[in-house]
């Protein structure tokens, strides 16, 4: 059986110093299979709740941070071409992030998807979810999440 070769790479970042090294990792296997790299954040957006019981009044909807992450796009996108990665190139969406970066996928097919961990804890990732644990239950291709360094060693 023939190694896999990752022709389509997509990196997803937020900013995040996960976000960066899941980058820095992209970048590498890019090179090494002079493969095409995407680089998508996304941009969460901010639900606005009403009570039940209050009436519906309009409000100011909420400033969304989509300048914020085109510029981490920017920024990412700009780095790999100075590393040397000749084809690159960056989208930025706001909305679930979950949803978003499954429809991407669902629309560029790619050979794998490298997502940064934050390393919640247990408590944290049930009651807010983790994007990474999402990404591998539910991509259609395969998954790299990068962890960073540990702080504790195995004996």
């Known amino acids: 059986m023939a190694p896999p070769e990752f022709k389509r790479i997509a990196v997803a970042v937020d900013g995040s110093p996960h976000g960066s090294l899941a ?13 095409q790299l995407s680089v998508l954040a996304v941009a969460p957006i901010q639900p606005v709740y009403a009570l039940p019981n209050e009436p519906f009044t ?4 909420p400033m969304s941070d989509l ?20 084809a690159v190139t960056g ?8 949803d978003e ?6 629309q560029h ?9 934050r390393g919640l804890s247990a408590a944290r990732r049930l009651l807010l979810g983790s994007v990474s644990t999402a990404m591998v239950t539910h991509a259609p291709c395969p998954v790299l999440v990068v962890r960073g360094a ?3 060693r195995a004996p």
């Open 23 to 35: 980058l820095d990792y992209a970048i590498d296997l890019a090179h090494r299979y002079q493969g």
């Open 58 to 61: 309009t409000s100011a909807l």
């Open 67 to 86: 300048p914020r992450y085109q510029k981490i796009v920017e920024e990412a996108v700009a780095r790999a071409e100075k590393a040397g990665v000749s």
């Open 91 to 98: 989208l930025c969406e706001d909305g679930i992030v979950v």
């Open 101 to 106: 970066i499954l429809a991407f996928l669902d």
């Open 109 to 117: 097919p790619t050979d794998l998807l490298v997502i940064g961990s």
């Open 150 to 152: 540990s702080t504790t």
